[in-house]
C-alpha cells in the first residue's frame, strides 16, 4: 500500500502565509509515500516554511510559480494506477473535465491531478477519475481574505484506491472519502 499526499495552489507568500494548523498536524504525523504538488506555491522557500518536511514530491509548474524549473507536467505510476500531475492553466475553461479526459485518452493514463480552481473535486467520469486537491492554504482566487482550505489523501493498494478529502471552513475539519477500482482498464467507484 502507498500513501499519498496531494496538495497545491498554497500561493505562500502573495495571498496567505500559512495553512491550517490542523493539516499541518495531521501532515506531519501521516507518514507518506509521495506528495503530487499541483503547483501555483508562488515562492518556494516560504511554502516549504509553511509546511512539513515532504516526502518524495512531483511538483509541477502553476501560472504564478515564476522562478522555478518545474516541469508543467508528470505521468507518475504507483502500483497498477497512472497519474497525470499537472496545474491546469492550460484548460478552458478552468477545471474543463471533458478537456482534461481527452488528455488522458491522448496519454492512456488512469487519473489526472490538477489544481488551479482553488475549489477542491473528486470526480469520476466516463471511467477515468479527476482529483483536485483545492488550495491548502485558502488563498482566493485573487481578492482579499481566505476561503475554505482542502488538501486529499491517497492510498493505492493494487487495483484500489481510497480518496479523502480534507476541508476546513476554519472552525470544523470535515472528512469524505471514497473507493475506486480499476478493471480492464477502467476506474469504477466501489462502496
Known sequence: MRRILVLGDAH??????????????????TDYDIAFITGDLVRMSAFKEAIPE??????????????????????????????????GTQLRP???????????????LDVAVHGHTHRADIQLYRDRLFLNPGTISGATGGWPGRDDASF?????????????????DWSVIKQSEM????QDGHIIQIR
Open 54 to 87: 515532504l516526502p518524495t514530491s512531483y511538483y509541477v509548474r502553476g501560472n504564478m510559480d515564476f522562478h522555478t524549473e518545474h516541469p508543467f507536467h508528470h505521468e507518475i505510476r504507483v502500483e497498477q494506477f497512472s497519474f497525470l500531475l499537472l496545474h
Open 12 to 29: 505562500i507568500p502573495t495571498r496567505r502565509d500559512a495553512i491550517p494548523d490542523e493539516f499541518y498536524k495531521h501532515i506531519e504525523s
Open 152 to 168: 486529499i489523501e491517497i492510498e493505492v493498494d493494487n487495483f484500489t484506491m481510497r480518496v479523502t478529502l480534507f476541508m476546513t
Open 94 to 108: 478552468r477545471g474543463n473535465i471533458e478537456q482534461l479526459w481527452e488528455i488522458l485518452q491522448e496519454v492512456n
Open 179 to 182: 473507493r475506486f477500482q480499476k
